[in-house]
Structure formats: C-alpha cells, structure tokens
C-alpha cells in the first residue's frame, strides 16, 4: 500500500522562528490535506490543497503532486503552534484517508 | 463545511466492559469513517460506515470487537467491546462533505484500567 512519510519525526523551535514540514507519498493521489492536532488531541483542518501553493495567515503549504510531496511552512511560530501536524491522502477511487507519520512541534518562548 | 458533535469527549473504563461513542453530523453524509489513534502514534482507519449497511472494516480490525451503528444520514455509534489496557486510545469519526476535505470530531480519549 502506499506509504506516507513525514520528515522530521520532531522539531523544536524557539518563538518567533520559522520551519518547513514535508510529507512524502509513494503513490498518486486523490487529494491532500494537512491537520494539526493539539495536546487535546482535536484534529483541525489546516490546507486542503491536492496541488498547488495556499496560504492562510502564517501557515502556507504546497503541494507538487507529480513529485509526489507536499510542504508546510510555519512563519514566525507561537507556542499555540505546538502539537502534531499530519499529512493526509486520499487515494483515487477510494473515500479511504492514509495518514503519516506525524512532525511534532514544541515552540518555547 | 460540516460540523460533529463527538461524545463522549474522555472517559475511564474497567477491562472487560464495552463503551459506545456516539458521533452527530449537522449535515447529510454518504459515509462516516472511524478512526483509531494508539499513544504516541499516527492515525488508523477502522471501518467506513454507509447508512442502511454494514461498515466495511479494515485489516485488523472486526465487526465483534468494533461494531458500528448508521441508523441515518447523519449519525454513527462505535463500540469498544470487551476492552483491555490495549485499547486506550483517542478514537474519532470523520466525515468528507465534498469539496472542502475531510472533517473530524472532537474525539474520544479512552482509558481502559
């Protein structure tokens, strides 16, 4: 089945700094989206973005779907940024959600 | 883009027993999808739910220790049965409304002592 990597497993930053996250997929898919899950553990929409560059406030992502992967930059992190951020796929011809590996972020002020 | 209502939100449960987590959608979705995270790990599908079907389940997962209700269009139960220590995890539902990409409730963290 496909696999879905994310790179790096964990990331620590001090307030104010910036970071890429990147998600690898073996396989072509569907569609793409990137999640934060908080230390409460609520998974939030972030991008959901198949292809192409999207931008919301700090946050912004692209995704080359021909190259198969996806990134997600974080500008000027705040503490409220930490938790988990997982990429999603979505393949074709299935309603199935795969999800990687996982980045966790702490931001110390 | 939809809106679930996942309940309920944590909970502590004795080995052996069965607990139901119920997940209310507030628009109409063809499927509703559950999900399982494990400490520490990323997330598993277990069944997709159709309603008026049965869910399909995934590799690993069976209808006897996980099984799912679909009375309609925009409500699911999930059942933890018979639970051990190894089942403490978050368990979510998700729905995809078309478009927008998938949605998630707030999720369930269980406990089991």
């Known amino acids: 089945g496909i696999q879905v990597e994310q790179s790096p497993p964990d990331l620590i930053l001090q307030e104010g700094a910036n970071s890429t996250l990147r998600c690898n997929f073996s396989?072509?898919?569907?569609?793409l989206q990137w999640f934060h899950q908080n230390p409460w553990g609520q998974l939030i929409n972030l991008f959901y973005i198949p292809s192409g560059t999207k931008q919301n406030g700090r946050l912004s992502a692209t995704t080359v779907a021909t190259e198969r992967y996806s990134l997600l930059y974080i500008s000027s992190s705040q503490t409220t940024d930490s938790g988990v951020y997982f990429c999603?796929?979505?393949?074709?011809?299935?309603?199935?959600?795969?999800f990687g590996t996982g980045t966790r972020l702490q931001v110390f002020p | 883009s939809a809106v679930i209502s996942q309940k309920p939100s944590r909970d502590i449960c004795q080995r052996g027993t069965s607990l139901t987590i119920q997940c209310q959608v507030d628009s109409q979705v063809t499927m509703m999808f559950w999900y399982r995270q494990q400490p520490g790990q990323s997330l598993t599908l277990i069944a997709t739910a159709n309603q008026g079907s049965e869910a399909t389940y995934e590799s690993g997962f069976v209808i006897d220790k996980f099984p799912i209700s679909r009375p309609n269009l925009t409500f699911s139960t999930l059942t933890v049965s018979n639970m051990s220590p190894e089942d403490s995890s978050i368990y979510l539902c998700?729905?995809?409304?078309?478009?927008?990409?998938?949605?998630f409730g707030s999720g369930t963290r269980l406990t089991v002592v």
């Open positions: 998700s729905v995809d409304p078309g478009g927008t990409g998938y949605t």
């Open positions: 396989d072509s898919v569907n569609n």
């Open positions: 999603a796929v979505e393949l074709y011809n299935t309603d199935k959600l795969i």
